[in-house]
């Protein structure tokens, strides 16, 4: 594992002005335009930066230098995959191009419009059913009470009864 705070010439309770300062000391030194022989050397002081500026990267790199784990500190990229396939494995993949994606792209959309009916058909019941609902609640109600005529009848006997008693003084039980 390469140790970027002495690539860099500083100790690793450097700031990060510090790391700045000594980074652009040694670009100017070390970079391709001036000196065409210090290409790798330039590239080593510019992966020290690149590390040791950022604080994240910083305190992982200092994590791995003060308890010795070597690990490659460099960016891992992604290597383009070689598939190797047989020829029976290209007909099929062939076969599954030509066919089968033809025709699921028409039941994908015939599917697409299955569900925008079912959507209406829910709304549709949903309102036919509400008044029906109300209209069966109403005569429940109208069921469940006594006769309206008989009600208003007794009523209007009482206050006759009433007004009666009050104006002559009399009550009927007398």
């Known amino acids: 594992m390469q140790n970027y705070y002495q690539i860099l010439g ?14 652009r000391k040694l670009a100017k030194l ?27 990267l910083k305190a992982s790199y200092d994590y791995k230098l003060t308890y010795h784990q070597h690990q490659s500190f460099t960016e891992v990229k992604p290597t383009a995959k070689n598939y190797t396939f047989s020829e029976q494995e290209l007909k099929r993949r062939q076969y599954y191009n030509e066919h089968i994606k ?50 208003n009848v007794n009523k209007i006997k009482s206050t006759v009864n009433d007004s009666a008693s009050k104006t002559t003084g009399y009550d009927k039980k007398n």
Do not use: C, W
């Not at 100790?11 to 980074?23: G, V």
């Not at 070390?30 to 994240?56: C, M, R, V, W």
């Not at 309102?127 to 009470?145: D, E, H, S």
């Open 30 to 56: 070390y970079h391709p335009d001036k000196n065409p022989d210090g290409k790798e050397q330039f590239t080593k002081i510019l992966k020290a930066y690149e590390a040791l500026s950022n604080p994240n």
């Open 102 to 151: 033809k025709h699921a792209k028409k039941y994908k959309h015939q599917n697409v419009e299955q569900q925008i009916k079912t959507n209406y058909n829910e709304y549709k019941y949903i309102l036919f059913a509400t008044p029906i609902a109300v209209l069966l609640f109403l005569i429940l109600v109208t069921m469940a009470t006594p006769d309206r005529k008989q009600l």
């Open 10 to 23: 500083l100790t690793p309770q450097a700031s990060i002005s510090d790391i700045k300062i000594a980074f």
